[in-house]
Each structure stands twice: as C-alpha cells, then as structure tokens.
C-alpha cells in the first residue's frame, strides 16, 4: 500500500489514461468478432430493421445448418486442416534443420548461405515465374503447391538460427562424447530447450496456411481442392453468382445471405483462433530468445 501512495499525481493520471485507453482500444478490436457472430445467428428479418447489432435479432442457426448441409465449407474446412497440417510440418522439418547447420560455425560456406537467405527476404522472381515454375513442376491443382513454396520462411530461419546459437555449445560437446550424432542432439538435446520458440513459429506458420487465399486462387483451378478462405471469397464476394455454382442453392443464399456470409467468417475464423490461448504465453519469450544477437 505504500508504494502506491508514493505515486505522484502524474503517473496516476497516466496509468489511469493508460487503462483507459488500452479498454477502448480492446472494445474497438473485438466488436467486429462480436458484430459479425451477432449477424450470423440472426434472422433475416431481424437483419432488415436493424443495421449494426451486437446481439442477435430474433435467434436463429438456419445459417450454420445451411453451410453444413453443403459440401463446399466441410470440404474446403478439411483441405484448410490438411493443409495446415502437412505445410506446418514441412516448414519445421526444413526451417529447424536448416536453422542448425547454419548455426554452426565453422559450416563451409555459411556465410554465401546466409546471404541468399538474406537476399531472398529483399527480392522475390515474382507472381508470373512463381507460376512457370509451379506449372513447370506439374504442381497445378495439388495440395504441394500450397505447401512447398513457402517450405521456409527467411525471416523465420534467422530468428531460430540465432537462438540455436545461443545455446551453450558444451551441452553439444557432452551429447557427442557420450556417441551422440548431429541429428542425436538436435532431436534430443536442441529442440527440447527451444520449445518456446518452436511453438511460437508453430503457430505462425500454422496461421498463415490457415489463411492460404492467393495462392489456392492462382494455383488451384479444381474448386473441390479449395481451401475454406477461397470459399468464403466465392460467398462473400460472389454471392450473387453462387447460384450457378452447384454446391450452392441460391434460393437459401438470397433468404439468409448476410447470416451466411458472416457464418462462414465465423467459422473460417474460430478454429485457428482457438489456438491462441494456449501459445499466447510463448510468443514473446519466444520471438526474443532468437533475436537478443544475430
């Protein structure tokens, strides 16, 4: 209690401007999310006399009954699933090994290596090659195509590059006394003490196939094979030409569509933000264990 009576009176006013602030910041953020699950469990009357409502106007899941009654959001849920599965996998595989061997020191042309690395973060072949050599690769309509492009993310491998270099290399030296191998003490010794930092870019790689639109757009001609994001853009964007879509009636669209629309968003949306209460502890211990020194 003392300490806070030694307060003077402007830092009460500024941690009570503090608080102030950072509420109305947060009230700013979540009533869209409220907003747009208030429009998905309303009725469509309910959604003609009023314009924003953050409580649903005359309860209804006709919305949500419909989208799981069609084939096209279960479908493109599970190709989102698989996606994110296979391409987080991928990413670790690749960015976790790649991160060690040029942690090492005196790995032979490391430094040539880092600088593509660094080259690749500043210049990219773009949209067009991108497409050749996706096309060249006989990777058009396949699940590789949104998944092995992006194996590695440069700024990624960097961040756990330096947090592997940050390990004390006797623990190394003591795993390869005792007959450890190189991938021995990755498995076994490296990636049990970086677990924060795995699964802070777990999660970050998670999200971002999660969120796979572009890509499936440009890459993905067979619309069994899209990814729930490209769904909720022929809903959303498209929803007055869905009814010559097969998988869409639009009979149900016209009577229920902005609680369609807002009900695909919800559900494109919760499962991976789920997520985020059980990583949020490691994301900053995570993020600055790799980035104290390069």
Request: include cysteine; aromatic fraction near 12%; charge should be positive.
């Given at each position: 209690?003392?300490?806070?009576?030694?307060?003077?009176?402007?830092?009460?006013?500024?941690?009570?401007?503090?608080?102030?602030?950072?509420?109305?910041?947060?009230?700013?953020?979540?009533?869209?999310?409220?907003?747009?699950?208030?429009?998905?469990?309303?009725?469509?009357?309910?959604?003609?006399?009023?314009?924003?409502?953050?409580?649903?106007?005359?309860?209804?899941?006709?919305?949500?009954?419909?989208?799981?009654?069609?084939?096209?959001?279960?479908?493109?849920?599970?190709?989102t699933?698989?996606?994110?599965?296979?391409?987080?996998?991928?990413n670790?595989?690749?960015?976790?090994?790649?991160?060690?061997?040029?942690?090492k020191?005196?790995?032979?042309g490391?430094?040539?290596?880092?600088?593509?690395?660094?080259?690749?973060?500043?210049?990219?072949?773009?949209?067009?090659?991108?497409?050749?050599?996706?096309?060249?690769?006989?990777?058009?309509?396949?699940?590789w195509?949104?998944?092995?492009?992006?194996?590695?993310?440069?700024?990624?491998?960097?961040?756990?590059?330096?947090?592997f270099?940050?390990?004390?290399?006797?623990?190394?030296?003591?795993?390869?006394?005792?007959?450890?191998?190189?991938?021995?003490?990755?498995?076994?010794?490296?990636?049990?003490?970086?677990?924060?930092?795995?699964?802070?870019?777990?999660?970050?790689?998670?999200?971002?196939?999660?969120?796979?639109?572009?890509?499936?757009?440009?890459?993905?001609?067979?619309?069994?094979?899209?990814?729930?994001q490209?769904?909720?853009?022929?809903?959303?964007?498209?929803?007055?030409?869905?009814?010559?879509?097969?998988?869409?009636?639009?009979?149900?669209?016209?009577?229920?569509?902005?609680?369609?629309?807002?009900?695909?968003?919800?559900?494109?949306?919760?499962?991976?933000?789920?997520l985020y209460?059980?990583?949020?502890?490691?994301?900053?211990?995570?993020?600055?264990?790799?980035?104290?020194?390069?």
């Amino acid at each position: 209690m003392n300490r806070f009576k030694t307060k003077s009176l402007g830092s009460v006013l500024f941690d009570s401007f503090n608080v102030v602030f950072l509420t109305l910041f947060s009230l700013v953020t979540v009533l869209p999310f409220i907003n747009i699950l208030a429009v998905s469990l309303s009725t469509s009357e309910g959604l003609k006399a009023k314009d924003f409502i953050l409580i649903p106007s005359g309860f209804s899941l006709d919305a949500y009954r419909y989208l799981f009654t069609t084939e096209a959001v279960p479908r493109g849920l599970l190709v989102t699933v698989l996606i994110t599965l296979a391409g987080t996998a991928i990413n670790l595989i690749f960015t976790l090994t790649m991160a060690y061997a040029l942690a090492k020191k005196d790995l032979m042309g490391r430094k040539t290596v880092m600088l593509l690395v660094t080259f690749s973060m500043l210049f990219s072949g773009g949209m067009i090659p991108s497409y050749l050599l996706i096309r060249n690769l006989s990777m058009l309509d396949t699940y590789w195509a949104l998944t092995v492009p992006g194996a590695i993310s440069a700024f990624n491998l960097i961040i756990i590059k330096n947090f592997f270099q940050q390990l004390p290399p006797g623990l190394e030296e003591s795993a390869k006394i005792d007959g450890a191998s190189d991938i021995g003490v990755l498995c076994r010794i490296v990636l049990p003490l970086s677990m924060p930092t795995i699964a802070t870019f777990t999660l970050f790689y998670a999200v971002g196939h999660w969120n796979t639109f572009f890509a499936a757009i440009i890459y993905m001609n067979d619309s069994a094979k899209w990814p729930i994001q490209v769904v909720l853009r022929q809903i959303v964007i498209l929803s007055s030409q869905l009814g010559e879509n097969g998988d869409f009636d639009a009979a149900a669209i016209s009577a229920l569509s902005e609680s369609i629309k807002m009900g695909v968003i919800v559900v494109a949306t919760l499962p991976i933000l789920l997520l985020y209460p059980f990583l949020q502890k490691y994301f900053v211990k995570g993020v600055l264990l790799g980035s104290i020194k390069g």
